[in-house]
């Protein structure tokens, strides 16, 4: 688990708000929300299993693979799968990435989520083979979105829902994304999200002026730094900062 994860289960667990198969997150309950009804989903890093577990229980979804590449969690989603009765709708397998699907899974979804987007990223990219294509992308990423955005543009994949949600302090995007004709973003939509950016949702906002202060802010500490901060880094900070102003106007 990322320390983001863990930082986040003490912080429920100090609250007595640990969540689980039964009661997903917010943040869960929202991917849940874009697998479509009857999917055949792989849920890559299911870490305890709760996400395809808990479709399974409702019926949701026909068939499952959770996959796993750390042991711990593996054995835990070996375990939720088993307290559950559900060994026949959704196999657990230890694997790295995409590399859980079998070609007789017939997977018509993929989530993948809770990790960095450049994470998700590399697990897009190293496991393409195991992607007949025709499977929804239901992507969570916990920052990284515009390396995301540019994987899925650069391989053939139209976003069709975004969202943005604050939980328990974080802001989350959830990012929906099916292969299709080729679609092309520009460098903001990419940054910001194109559907997210056209519908300015409040939470949208919300998230953008918290960013815009920590950038500030980040620009401040850069400019009192001893040492030199590479003038790269600086510059790319500056533009997203002044890209932000301008979406906030
Ligand atoms: C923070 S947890 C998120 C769990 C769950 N997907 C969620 O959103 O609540 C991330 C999980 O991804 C797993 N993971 C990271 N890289 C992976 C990879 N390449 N293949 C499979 N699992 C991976 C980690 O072991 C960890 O259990």
Known sequence: MTRH?????????????????HTLSMRLERVAAHVPAGARLADIGSDHGYLPVALARRGAISAAVAGEVALTPFLSAQRTVRDNGLEAQVSVRHADGLAAIEPGDGITAVSVCGMGGETIRAILEAGKAYLSGQERLILQPNGGEQPLRQWLMDNGYRILVEEVLRENRFDYEIIVAERCEAVSYSAEQL???????????????????????????????????????????????????????????
């Open 5 to 21: 994860g863990r930082q986040n289960r003490r912080r429920l667990l100090s609250k007595g708000l640990e969540l689980n198969e």
């Open 191 to 249: 940054y910001f999200g194109p559907l997210l950016m056209a519908a300015r949702s409040p939470a949208f906002l919300v998230k953008w002026r918290r960013m815009l202060r920590q950038k500030q802010q980040t620009l401040d500490n850069f400019a009192r730094a001893r040492q030199a901060v590479p003038e790269e880094k600086v510059r790319e900070m500056t533009r997203q900062a002044r890209w932000i102003s301008e979406l906030l106007g």
